[in-house]
């Protein structure tokens, strides 16, 4: 029987091996911890609405409950000549490969002053320690953005969606604890329009929202690098702040970018629309690891990494079952995320047809708590899956 090797044990891997596994492959997937880390949710946790260990799961359960294997340890090379994987302890051989390591961020000076929610899981933890020292303080100023690949010409590589709900999130736990007037919240990022990729409309009622949670804006600037208390921008202008999240653009796996793999200028392994590396037929990049493609306005996020797994993991199964049918994942292209505030939420909706928003107040909330309880609870086979979510 084929053996099926998967890099990554984040959205995109984990649903990969669910998958081969079911079709009913040897499936072994590497991930460098232990665990899945769900990062839509993970906005909370510096709020103190989940716990780190609520926004994660352990890969031994997964493993207990989908019956592949699983090695943790971290990948050093990709030998795409012999079909082998050198890791730290070890070397697995493929006979075909699943790449869904994600990717690393573009580094600036100074970064080491910054916090980010989509970096390392741990840093959910530490900004919520650097958060309570202020609220403990009673007062301060904190200043959240993201940024970009200059790059990268796709620009899909880019983390906006969790800065906004961040900050959001930020505003409504201060003002729960009577500190809001106390405290000065500016969002910042180098684009004239961030949040522009989730449509016109979506865009427009940004305004709203940074009205209504009372948040500064400095956009359009380049960041040009970070101080331990400020941003520091190309024009020489700073913004002073005493606690800084800040989400960097994607950039290739330092990994991918040591293989001969086929890549994009920015590091980004070049796929065609089954999810099938150019050049390679037996071996496949999904997730934030892979150059996307397909629409100006697509983005990386954890549902397109599934659907990803989704696409890959059937067209192989029906090439070797001899099947005519495929996918392609550029059918499946578009935007979709329940943008929470921390009191309500909106419902963001972005394809080649429309885009559309609406405004969720309370509800929206729990609607995003429950999506987060459903995701868990069904990877662990704790209640029944919905097709596409």
Request: with cysteine.
């Amino acid at each position: 029987m084929e053996k099926f090797v998967v890099l990554g044990g984040g959205f995109a891997g984990v649903e990969a091996a669910i998958r081969l596994k079911k079709y009913g492959y040897n499936v072994t997937l590497v991930s460098d911890r232990d665990y899945l880390f769900i990062y839509p949710v993970s906005i909370w946790v510096p709020t103190k609405k989940k716990s780190f260990d609520d926004v994660k799961i352990p890969l031994s359960a997964l493993q207990g409950k989908h019956g592949f294997d699983v090695v943790v340890d971290s990948v050093k090379r990709i030998d795409i000549h012999n079909n082998t994987v050198a890791l730290s302890e070890n070397t697995l051989t493929y006979d075909y490969l699943f790449i869904a390591m994600g990717m690393h961020k573009v580094m600036a000076k100074g970064l080491e002053f910054t916090h980010s929610i989509c970096g390392h899981p741990e840093e959910a933890v530490n900004i919520q320690k650097e958060l309570e020292k202020l609220v403990q303080q009673g007062y301060g100023k904190i200043a959240v953005g993201f940024g970009g690949n200059p790059i990268d010409p796709t620009a899909t590589a880019v983390r906006g969606g969790p800065a906004f709900e961040l900050i959001f999130n930020i505003s409504h736990y201060l003002k729960k604890k009577g500190l809001r007037e106390k405290f000065e919240l500016t969002f910042f990022a180098p684009m004239k329009e961030p949040g522009k990729r989730m449509g016109q409309k979506a865009l427009d009622k940004m305004d709203v929202f940074f009205k209504h949670y009372h948040i500064s804006k400095q956009v359009g600037k380049k960041i040009k690098e970070f101080e331990k208390d400020a941003v520091v921008f190309d024009d020489g202008s700073k913004l002073n702040s005493d606690l800084i999240i800040y989400i960097p653009g994607g950039d290739g796996h330092k990994v991918i970018k040591g293989s001969e793999l086929p890549l994009s200028d920015a590091g980004f392994i070049k796929i065609n629309e089954l999810c099938r590396v150019e050049g390679h037929r037996n071996i496949y990049a999904i997730g934030d690891v892979a150059e996307i493609v397909g629409h100006d306005w697509a983005a990386k996020q954890g549902h397109i990494a599934e659907v990803m797994a989704d696409v890959s993991t059937y067209n192989v199964h029906n090439e070797l079952a001899g099947k005519g049918k495929r996918k392609s994942y550029w059918e499946k292209l578009h935007i979709v995320c329940v943008m929470d505030s921390g009191d309500g939420a909106a419902f963001v909706v972005r394809n080649h047809k429309r885009d559309f928003i609406i405004p969720l107040p309370v509800i929206g909330h729990w609607l995003k708590k429950g999506w987060g309880f459903y995701y868990k609870n069904s990877k662990l086979k704790k209640m029944p899956r919905i097709p596409g979510l």
